[in-house]
């Protein structure tokens, strides 16, 4: 039986100015080529059905990335997206959040999804995230009760690099400073925009979209070992 990975996606659509957001492209793409020929993939969300992917994502990113949402097996896949209340850590092997400014929106703090993201970690189970998507994991606990971002390092689309697309109005909260303010040990790389892949245990994290082939290969690594 191949391992199982969860892709969690957003079902946020529009920022807290209204405008038009949700995951972003590449970041469920490049993961998704990587992983898909040897580990079964299923995605969920809040609300379930088609996830809103963030124009942006579609508009900048050449045809590689657009047939995620074009080819029928992946399609099929979006449109059948499960409500995060119908699956349970206890059938997967690791979980990854997709980012996109959607995730600050909703996943940071959607109840349910802190059960699920804290039922992973306490099992001992991959948790990972790229960009925005470690905001879903800010209101997951160990089994202590404590976030598990305390005494960790991890990465995120950092404060600059928000500040530079010019979102800053756009969300509640960053997530870099977020991840601080729980204690973690915030890693970035040396230039914004450049790919960074952080792992500490089962706690694997990109800092942006162009991080997120490293963080697929890095789930691939570690559910080989």
């Given at each position: ?151 960790r390092k991890a ?42 892949v952080v792992q ?26």
């Open positions: 039986m191949p391992q199982r990975i969860l892709f969690v996606f957003t079902s946020a659509d529009t920022t807290l100015t209204g405008a038009k957001t949700g995951w972003y492209l590449p970041e469920a793409a490049h993961p998704y080529y990587i992983l898909a020929p040897k580990y079964d993939i299923d995605f969920a969300s809040p609300k379930g059905g088609f996830p809103p992917a963030d124009p942006d994502g579609v508009a900048a990113y050449p045809e590689d990335v657009t047939k995620f949402l074009e080819e029928p097996a992946t399609r099929e896949k979006l449109a059948t997206t499960k409500k995060l209340s119908d699956v349970s850590a206890a059938d997967y092997d690791a979980v990854f959040y997709v980012g996109g400014i959607g995730p600050v929106l909703d996943l940071a703090t959607d109840p349910v999804n802190a059960k699920l993201a804290s039922d992973f970690f306490r099992a001992g189970k991959l948790t990972t995230a790229v960009c925005h998507g470690p905001i879903a994991l800010t209101s997951a606990t160990d089994a202590q009760g404590v976030s598990l971002f305390k005494g990465t995120a689309f950092t404060n600059y690099e928000e500040g530079l697309q010019g979102k800053l109005g756009e969300v509640p909260f960053l997530v870099e400073s977020r991840i601080v303010e729980l204690g973690g040990l915030f890693e970035k790389a040396a230039e914004p925009w450049l790919p960074h500490d245990g089962i706690l694997i994290t990109g800092q942006n979209p162009a991080s997120a082939h490293g963080v697929g290969e890095a789930i691939d690594r570690a559910l080989s070992a």
